[in-house]
């Protein structure tokens, strides 16, 4: 699996638009984008994935730019309850396992 | 969506004693299903991939000897910890795949706290 590159930590005003990073530099052509969160003491939480098209769903959008080097999830209305850890995987499909990385602690404050 | 249980969410045995950990895919069926660890303030950390019908395939670095995997049909998977000891004592998350789509979204359980006395 690609290795992926997320800042550490971010906060986000409730009500505003959260916008995390994630850095794929070595992502190989078949491999698409995943993007998971873990609220404190739970089981992660599948968000969204994509290949090279841009995504959106009920939970958030996905931007991926044209190099698929590097990809930005955003949460358009970010609420308190969004606070937790977020990480972005890059992997083929069909290909098994995922790798975690540390991902990004969101706090949203009111 | 796809729901995925485990069973206990909190056990605490004594050192020694083994404890099993039942992964379950409740709406759809998991050909593949992966097992996790996670210490505190730490991210997951893969331990083995499961497959029904077949043997487990094991991260470098875990013993297959004291974590075993039984994946014994499409929706459920289990992990027993043998012989635990204080330092197995962490947060062991499994997750499956639906088998129906192409695509490798995992979808995981809630987790079970495991604490070793």
């Known amino acids: 699996d690609a290795k992926t590159t997320q800042p550490p930590s971010m906060d986000c005003a409730e009500g505003r638009a959260a916008n995390l990073p994630c850095n794929h530099s070595t992502i190989s052509g078949n491999e698409y984008v995943y993007w998971y969160r873990q609220i404190h003491s739970q089981g992660p939480q599948y968000i969204i994935h994509?290949?090279?098209n841009n995504e959106t769903n009920e939970m958030a959008s996905l931007i991926i730019t044209e190099d698929r080097k590097s990809s930005t999830l955003i949460l358009p209305h970010a609420t308190l309850r969004d606070t937790a850890v977020y990480y972005c995987?890059?992997?083929?499909?069909?290909?098994?396992?995922?790798?975690f990385g540390d991902g990004t602690t969101l706090t949203v404050k009111p | 969506g796809a729901v995925v249980s485990q069973h206990p969410s909190r056990v605490i045995c004594k050192s020694g004693t083994s404890v099993k950990i039942e992964c379950r895919s409740l709406?759809?069926?998991?050909?593949?299903m992966f097992w996790y660890r996670q210490f505190p303030k730490q991210s997951l950390m893969l331990m083995a991939t499961s497959n029904e019908g077949s043997k487990a395939t094991y991260e470098q670095g875990v013993e297959k000897d004291k974590f075993l995997i039984n994946h014994a049909s499409l929706t459920l998977s289990t992990l027993t910890v043998t012989s635990a000891h204080p330092e197995d004592s962490s947060f062991y998350i499994c997750s499956a795949r639906d088998h129906r789509t192409s695509y490798n979204e995992q979808f995981f359980g809630p987790g079970t706290r495991l604490t070793v006395l």
């Open positions: 994509g290949l090279k």
């Open positions: 709406d759809f069926q998991a050909t593949t």
């Open positions: 995987i890059v992997s083929p499909t069909n290909a098994g396992k995922s790798t």
